[in-house]
C-alpha cells in the first residue's frame, strides 16, 4: 500500500528550515522560520521559565495525564489574560478554556469542532495569511475563502475591501482574526477599525476564530489584545492562543482553545464537544509548558520577571527594525523602507520577489519565505550589514 503513496512536498517555511540546517556556509542568515532569537543570535530560555522550572522540579510529585482539557490552573489563568479581569463574558460564567499542544492544535481542535457540528459553513481567512490556516480547516472537511487584507503594495491594510468581502459572506460561516502581529505582514487594525470590523462580523452573524500567537510582542500584552477583547465581548468567540512566542517555550507546545458562549449552558455543550475532539485526536495534553505558565502567572513576583523579559524582546524587535530601515535607507536611497518600522510583531513584507529571496538562498545563504516575509527577530548587530548589503544587490 505505501508504494502507491507519492513523496509530499517540502513545508514552504519548515522545510526552508531544513534547507538551512543542511547549508554549510558560516555566514548564512535564516529569517524564515518565526523564532525569536537575541541579539547573539540565540533563542534564550527565559528567567522566569528557568525559575518556574526549578520549582515545579522540586515540588512535582507524579507524572500523572492531565484531564482531557488539561490543567485546571492554567485553563483558568488563559482566559484571564486574554479577556482581561474586567471581562463581563469571565464574571458571567460564558468562558471555557482547553489546553492544546500549542497554537496550531488549539486551531485544529476549534475546526474539528466546527467540521462535526457546522460542516457546511465557509471559513474566511486573509489573502495573505500564515499557509497552515487553511490547511488545518480543509483538513477538518471544511471550506475555506481568501478576503483582501493588503493594498496592491502590501504595505499597508486594505479595510474597505476586507470589510467588503466579509460582507459577501454567508450568515453562519467563520472568519480567522490574527488578534495582533499579523502573520506574515505585520499590519494590524487600528482601534476605530477593530470596532468597525467587529460591527460587521455580528452583523454579518459570522463566527470569529481569533488566532492569538504573540500576545505583547506588538505594543504590549494590553494593547495588543484590543480586537480580540472587542470581539469576545460582542458575541460567541473561539480563540486559539499559544505561549510559544512570548513564553519563549516553543518545544514545549503550550497553547489554548477558549470558547466564549452566549450563555453558560451553551459554553459547556460546546466544551464537552471540544473535549471529544481532543479525546479522537490525542486525548490528552502535555503536562510541564503548562505547568510552568501557571506558575509564573500565579506569582506576582515571576510575573513582573516575565513582564520585563517579555518588553525587552518587543524592544530588540522594534530597534531592528528602526536599523534595518536606516541601513536599507543608506544603500538604495530610491526605495522607501520606512513601512518596515511601522508594522508590528516579528514578521514583514519586505517586497522581495520570489526571484529574489530565490538569490538571497542560493548566491548569499540567506534564507526568506518565498513570499518575501521575514522574521525581524533573526536580525543581529553582526548580521545586518551583510543582510543589507546582500538585499541592495538583488534589489
Not at 99 to 115: F, K, M, Y
Not at 209 to 232: H, P, S
Not at 273 to 279: E, G, L, N, P
Amino acid at each position: 500500500m505505501f508504494e502507491t503513496i507519492r513523496m509530499a512536498p517540502p513545508d514552504p517555511i519548515l522545510g526552508l528550515g531544513e534547507a538551512f540546517r543542511n547549508d554549510s556556509r558560516p555566514e548564512k542568515i535564516n529569517l524564515s522560520v518565526g523564532i525569536y532569537q537575541n541579539d547573539a543570535g540565540k533563542t534564550p530560555v527565559l528567567d522566569c521559565v528557568k525559575q518556574a522550572e526549578r520549582r515545579l522540579l522540586e515540588d512535582e510529585k507524579d507524572k500523572n495525564y492531565l484531564g482531557i482539557d488539561g490543567l485546571g490552573s492554567y485553563r483558568t489563568l488563559v482566559p484571564r489574560l486574554l479577556l482581561g479581569a474586567e471581562s463581563v463574558a469571565l464574571a458571567e460564567g460564558r468562558v471555557a478554556c482547553v489546553q492544546s499542544p500549542g497554537g496550531t492544535g488549539a486551531l485544529r481542535i476549534a475546526a474539528d469542532l466546527l467540521g462535526r457540528h457546522f460542516g457546511g459553513m465557509t471559513v474566511w481567512h486573509s489573502q495573505p495569511t500564515w499557509p497552515n490556516h487553511p490547511q488545518i480547516f480543509q483538513a477538518a472537511g471544511l471550506r475555506t475563502a481568501a478576503h483582501p487584507y493588503l493594498d496592491a503594495a502590501n504595505r499597508a491594510l486594505d479595510f474597505d475591501a476586507m470589510v467588503n468581502a466579509l460582507k459577501g459572506a454567508a450568515p453562519g460561516d467563520a472568519v480567522i482574526v490574527h488578534a495582533s502581529c499579523h502573520n506574515p505582514s505585520g499590519v494590524d487594525p487600528n482601534a476605530d477599525q477593530w470596532a468597525a470590523l467587529t460591527e460587521v462580523i455580528r452583523a454579518q452573524r459570522l463566527l470569529p476564530v481569533i488566532d492569538c500567537a504573540y500576545q505583547g510582542f506588538g505594543r504590549g500584552l494590553e494593547e495588543d489584545v484590543v480586537g480580540l477583547r472587542l470581539l469576545a465581548e460582542s458575541g460567541e468567540t473561539l480563540i486559539a492562543s499559544s505561549f510559544s512566542k512570548n513564553f519563549g517555550l516553543y518545544g514545549e507546545r503550550v497553547g489554548a482553545l477558549t470558547l466564549v458562549g452566549p450563555t453558560t449552558d451553551a459554553t459547556a455543550a460546546a466544551h464537552s464537544q471540544a473535549k471529544a475532539c481532543v479525546r479522537a485526536n490525542y486525548s490528552n495534553p502535555p503536562r510541564h509548558g503548562a505547568s510552568v505558565v501557571a506558575s509564573i502567572l500565579s506569582d506576582d513576583e515571576l510575573t513582573k520577571t516575565w513582564h520585563a523579559e517579555l518588553a525587552g524582546m518587543r524592544d530588540r524587535i522594534q530597534q531592528m527594525r528602526d536599523a534595518f530601515v536606516q541601513a536599507m535607507n543608506a544603500r538604495v536611497p530610491d526605495r522607501d523602507f520606512s513601512f518596515i518600522r511601522e508594522q508590528l510583531g516579528m514578521f514583514s513584507f519586505s517586497g522581495l520577489n520570489p526571484m529574489q529571496v530565490d538569490r538571497l538562498k542560493n548566491e548569499f545563504g540567506i534564507y526568506i519565505v518565498g513570499s518575501g516575509r521575514i522574521n525581524v527577530a533573526g536580525i543581529t548587530s553582526a548580521n545586518i550589514d551583510r543582510l543589507c548589503d546582500s538585499i541592495a544587490a538583488v534589489l
